[in-house]
């Protein structure tokens, strides 16, 4: 079956570096991928998409890697700041239907 | 431009009772979802809507009810509620449109629902 890993421990850094988050993906094999920020009690937000023929995607302190070899994908914040703090989601799409599926998060803590 | 809306926000059930959450998005999308969220479990799909008058199946559609009668408007339905329907329901929409174009998914603030 399909299966979208996160970490699910929280991530806590220091203010300033740099954050990655991995998402791993089994029995998929996604047209293109999603992450999504989410802050306690609200709804997901859309940030960044990457498609299986780019290897990396910015836009300004993030980066976004897909690697369709390894099923991963890497989301990278450079000089974190405590606003960062809050739940990254991963969702790979595929190209077969309408439906979205979500991993279950990475906490991020970005300590001042 | 309030995007998508859901109410109610909160509620508490009783085992057994019924309830609609509605969900109203003013960006004319095709698309529209349902979630659940529970800790640990992430975002599971229960209904989605790919058109006024259409509903399909998601991942977890079992005790639970959508309708799509008009295209701003997606409504999910509890008609028995139980316990374990305790969670945070998440509405969503996109605008139609060719899978590789990865259309920006837009989401609810969630309604918490609690089933005593």
């Known amino acids: 079956s399909q299966k979208i890993e996160q970490n699910s421990e929280a991530l806590n850094i220091q203010e300033g570096k740099t954050a990655t988050l991995t998402c791993n993906y089994t029995n998929y094999s996604p047209a293109y991928l999603q992450w999504y920020r989410q802050d306690p009690g609200r709804g997901p937000v859309f940030l960044l998409l990457?498609?299986?023929?780019?290897k990396e995607k910015r836009k300004e302190r993030l980066k976004v890697t897909f690697d369709t070899t390894l099923k991963q994908s890497l989301f990278h914040i450079t000089a974190s700041q405590p606003a960062d703090s809050a739940t990254y989601l991963c969702a790979p799409v595929d190209n077969a239907g309408n439906m979205l599926t979500f991993g279950g998060g990475t906490r991020l803590m970005v300590k001042p | 431009n309030a995007g998508v809306t859901q109410t109610p926000k909160f509620r508490v059930l009783k085992t057994g009772q019924s309830m609609t959450l509605l969900c109203a998005q003013d960006m004319n999308h095709e698309y529209m979802y349902w979630y659940r969220q529970d800790p640990g479990m992430g975002l599971r799909l229960i209904h989605y809507?790919?058109?006024?008058?259409?509903?399909a199946k998601g991942e977890v559609p079992d005790g639970y009810n959508v309708s799509r009668l008009k295209k701003q408007n997606f409504l999910l339905g509890l008609e028995s509620a139980a316990p374990s329907q305790t969670s945070v329901y998440f509405c969503?929409?996109?605008?139609?449109?060719?899978?590789?174009?990865?259309?920006?998914?837009?989401f609810g603030e969630g309604s918490w629902l609690t089933v005593v």
């Open positions: 809507s790919v058109g006024e008058g259409t509903t």
């Open positions: 990457i498609r299986e023929n780019e």
């Open positions: 969503a929409s996109r605008d139609q449109g060719e899978h590789y174009s990865g259309n920006t998914i837009y």
